[in-house]
């Protein structure tokens, strides 16, 4: 069984924690965990980007000069794309960078990824972070003991609560987010995946049905 190394929110270890066998033990799909990841790269793209076309540049409707007795090459307008200021050729107009992946193909993605950290030892258990008020510095000191920081780390919480979320923020290379919203991509990014007890539920109710 799948195990991770526990910690109480001042840092100091509690054992060990038991990972659910159906997140934390599947079969690794590599294939699958890159098609994700392509596409959360690609589905992030805005696709806004346009250039001008020789027919969308204003002006060269007049032929700069006549076609014989100049000496120079000829030329029927200023906007041809061989000119400064001209149009450009064969340049990026607006598209939909979006792919589509299976919800089938996406859930056996984070199974994936989610096992193959858990087997690197990458997954890092707190029994909870409940913070009568925003404690950054404790938070920072919690990393510390860990080994979670500063390196890139995700934080899952089962919930929003405020005063966690803001202790966590402002920390350089913690990203937060919510056990129903973790994707592929998440668990890939980062060098360090901290879950509290109860995100770690939460992760099981929502993604391993």
């Not at 792919?99 to 096992?115: G, I, P, Y």
């Not at 008020?133 to 390196?151: D, H, I, Y």
């Not at 998440?186 to 049905?209: C, G, L, P, Q, Y």
Request: glycine share 8%.
């Amino acid at each position: 069984m799948a195990t991770a190394i526990c910690f109480d929110k001042d840092g100091t270890k509690a054992g060990t924690v038991d990972l659910p066998k159906s997140l934390f033990e599947a079969e690794v799909n590599q294939f699958a965990v890159h098609e994700c990841v392509v596409a959360y790269l690609a589905n992030q793209r805005q696709g806004t980007v346009n250039t001008k076309e020789r027919s969308d540049v204003r002006g060269g409707g007049k032929k700069p000069w006549r076609q014989k007795g100049t000496g120079r090459a000829r030329a029927g307008t200023i906007r041809s794309p061989l000119w400064r200021g001209g149009g450009v050729v064969f340049g990026p107009h607006p598209r939909d960078h979006r792919l589509k992946v299976n919800k089938k193909v996406k859930k056996v993605a984070l199974r994936s990824s989610l096992t193959a950290r858990a087997l690197d030892g990458d997954i890092l258990v707190v029994k909870s972070l409940e913070y009568a008020a925003p404690k950054t510095k404790t938070f920072v000191t919690l990393l510390k003991s860990m080994e979670a920081g500063p390196r890139k780390t995700l934080l899952v919480l089962d919930k929003a609560d405020a005063n966690a979320v803001k202790s966590a923020r402002n920390v350089a290379g913690v990203r937060i987010t919510l056990a129903e919203n973790v994707t592929t991509y998440d668990v890939v990014w980062a060098d360090k995946i901290v879950f509290t007890n109860a995100s770690i539920k939460r992760m099981e109710e929502v993604h391993a049905s």
